[in-house]
């Protein structure tokens, strides 16, 4: 019955798309800031279909972005409670639409040095800043302060275990007093920081007020917007052999996101369904239920660990492994006299409350029917693995 459950789909998509009512929000030059925006504009946004509101004078607020702000522009001395994985932010792709881990070693397995922290994440699709707030990145007009610490000539580290902390006599060839940690962290272990180096973006509040227990956050949550419709439209146009429409649906939603070299249909595969509702619907509720739907999250979440090595392996895979949480800690080097001395280096980190791997079992495909409903009916059967 599957064919016809996605023609359906499609049907109903392309409806949609033909009435002509609804569009991509393309309101700002800007590409990651453009794909920002359009999750907090509530003025004439294209985008969205269905959206559960609130409003600041009539008290319904929440607290997302008092929870999950950087410190270093925090209105209340709390935050950083959502820290996106490196495993998420690697999955953006670079706009020859090619899949790369960040480069932090040579090809003779050296540490890269660069003199800009946001360097290593250049060249990329802009979801990636719209939707994670990288090292070196801004947030209500103040830049983030993302470093783990000062790495030495010997490979030895200098840090501390207070956001921004201050040390005296810690540097070779200096005895004065220096920062040795970023005011954002990492601290590994320590709350209201980052732990894997990223906060992040998507549905945070830039109005003032926001971060404050007083005052908090009336951005809406959008439950249907447009682009879903456009990539809904491309899987079940794809399921149904018809890869050239599925091409130019999902395209339309990669453009937006600079990705302008355009997917022929020889290019559309399951994997590259997966991975464009990833990245473009990440932190939207979708990713439980789309992997139970497509039956592959007991291969995501397959309890097996994880390290360095196998996170940055297989990016783009549908079914790649993805059991634990990883960051990417930036470091700056300090070796006086040295050409790379004061530039940044990245460590791939697996922060310490991450002990267990994720495991989905098969059971957890299936919905719970308790023995009411079975003894009102008893032609009900207890689902698998109940």
């Known amino acids: 019955m599957a064919d016809g459950y ?14 002509g009512r609804y569009s991509l929000y393309q309101k700002k030059d800007v590409l990651w800031d453009n794909f920002a925006s359009l999750f907090t ?31 270093t522009s925090a209105e209340e001395q709390q935050g950083g ?37 946001k360097d290593i994440f250049a060249g990329r699709d802009a979801r990636l800043e719209g939707t994670i707030m990288l090292p070196g990145t801004q947030f209500k ?6 470093w783990a610490g000062w790495l030495l000539a010997n490979n030895s580290i200098v840090t ?5 902390q201050i040390k005296t006599n810690v540097l070779p060839g200096n005895t004065g007093s220096v920062q040795v940690v970023g005011k954002d962290g990492p601290i590994d272990a320590l709350e209201f920081g980052t732990q894997t180096g990223f906060f992040v973006r998507k549905y945070m509040d830039n109005n003032i007020g926001s971060g404050r227990i007083g005052t908090q956050s009336d951005v809406w949550w959008i439950r249907y917007r ?8 491309a899987e079940a146009a794809f399921e149904l052999g018809q890869s050239g429409i599925a091409a130019g649906y999902m395209n339309q939603v990669r453009e937006r996101a600079g990705l302008t070299i355009p997917l022929t249909s020889g290019q559309i595969t399951f994997d590259r369904i997966v991975h464009e509702r990833k990245v473009e619907l990440a932190f939207e509720d979708h990713i439980l239920w789309d992997k139970k739907r497509w039956r592959i999250a007991h ?9 360095a090595s196998t996170v940055a392996q297989n990016i783009g895979s549908a079914t790649k492994a993805q059991t634990m949480v990883f960051g990417l800690w930036p470091y700056k080097y300090h070796n006086p006299g040295n ?24 059971g957890n495909y299936y919905s719970l029917i308790n023995n009411d409903i079975r003894s009102n009916n008893p032609k009900i059967v207890r689902q698998p693995n109940q």
């Not at 294209?46 to 319904?60: G, S, W």
């Open 41 to 71: 504009d509530k003025a004439n946004n294209p985008e969205v279909i269905f959206a559960k509101d609130y409003l600041l004078k009539t008290n319904r607020i929440h607290g997302y972005t008092l929870q999950n702000q950087p410190r």
């Open 299 to 307: 291969l995501s979440w397959n309890g097996e660990n994880m390290n």
């Open 339 to 362: 050409a790379n001395h004061n530039k940044y280096v990245f460590r791939i980190v697996k922060p310490s409350r991450v002990s267990q791997a994720h495991r989905f079992r098969l």
């Open 160 to 164: 501390g275990d207070q956001f921004g």
């Open 141 to 146: 007009g103040v830049t983030t302060d993302i």
């Open 81 to 117: 409670r959502l820290n996106p994985a490196l495993n998420l932010a690697q999955e953006f792709e670079l706009l020859n639409n090619t899949f790369a881990p960040f480069a932090t070693k040579d090809g003779a397995g050296n540490d890269i040095y660069y003199d800009n922290i």
């Open 226 to 233: 447009y682009a879903e419709v456009l990539l809904n439209a």
């Open 6 to 19: 996605y023609l359906k789909a499609l049907t109903a998509a392309q409806a949609i798309i033909t009435s």
